[in-house]
């Protein structure tokens, strides 16, 4: 089986910064891209960051500047650093990661449980 377990998240003033972390565990041969994703209340899951194996890193507009996605092969971890928050960047944070099991096996996406980022004064 393979395990995500996130950290980092909670309650920050606006302007503030947070770090969270994705850390896979379990059986795993190989990780391909890995993805924060984030659902704010009362509306869906949207995809904010993404970065491939060789650390290509891709956001959605509206965080561009602010977040940095970041990973760490050797740990089978994301990160997401996450500056001058606004209220509205107030959701649940979700990491995706598209592993490969075995190497006869197909990859397939994982998700994190889930951390509650609060921006609030």
């Known amino acids: 089986q393979v395990q995500l377990a996130e950290s980092g998240g909670g309650l920050v003033q606006p302007g503030g910064s947070l770090r969270l972390s994705c850390a896979a565990s379990g059986s795993i041969f190989s990780i391909n891209d890995m993805r924060w994703y984030r659902q704010p209340p009362g509306k869906e899951r949207e995809l904010v960051a993404s970065?491939?194996?060789?650390?290509?890193?891709n956001y959605v507009d509206y965080v561009k500047g602010r977040f940095t996605i970041s990973r760490d092969n050797a740990k089978n971890t994301v990160y997401l650093q996450m500056n001058s928050l606004k209220p509205e960047d107030t959701a649940g944070y979700y990491c995706?990661?598209?592993?490969?099991?075995?190497?006869?096996?197909?990859?397939?996406?994982?998700w994190g449980q889930g951390t509650q980022v609060t921006v609030s004064s």
């Open positions: 995706n990661v598209d592993i490969r099991r075995r190497s006869f096996l197909s990859s397939r996406d994982y």
């Open positions: 970065i491939t194996t060789g650390g290509t890193a």
